[in-house]
Nanobody, 115 residues
Framework: QVQLVESGGGLVQPGGSLRLSCVASGSIFSINVMAWYRQAPGKERELVASITTGDRQTYADSVKGRFTISRDNAKNMVYLQMNSLKPEDTAVYYC?????????WGQGTQVTVSS
């Protein structure tokens, strides 16, 4: 049984920063992809950023230059450093882990950007 637990969400003013963390536990294949998705009210879930075990990263165009994804393979953790936050970044952020046909999701953490 694989579980993902996110933390670090909250309320922040526009221009502020937050750091999300996600820890994976259970039987995890050593070569995998971890990612952050988000879903805003009334919108579809979208990929924010992903990172492979080998540290290859991808970002949505809307967050390039503002968000940074990183991971600690020894701890099975993935992070999302979010800077210069905008109101349109408000969403529930989900941690994601996959290898082969296996896909796992966290329960989500709310990020609200508002003055």
């Amino acid at each position: 049984q694989v579980q993902l637990v996110e933390s670090g969400g909250g309320l922040v003013q526009p221009g502020g920063s937050l750091r999300l963390s996600c820890v994976a536990s259970g039987s995890i294949f050593s070569i995998n992809v971890m990612a952050w998705y988000r879903q805003a009210p009334g919108k579809e879930r979208e990929l924010v950023a992903s990172i492979t075990t080998g540290d290859r990263q991808t970002y949505a165009d809307s967050v390039k230059g503002r968000f940074t994804i990183s991971r600690d393979n020894a701890k099975n953790m993935v992070y999302l450093q979010m800077n210069s936050l905008k109101p349109e970044d408000t969403a529930v952020y989900y941690c994601y882990l996959t290898w082969g046909p296996s896909v796992y999701w966290g329960q989500g953490t709310q990020v609200t950007v508002s003055s």
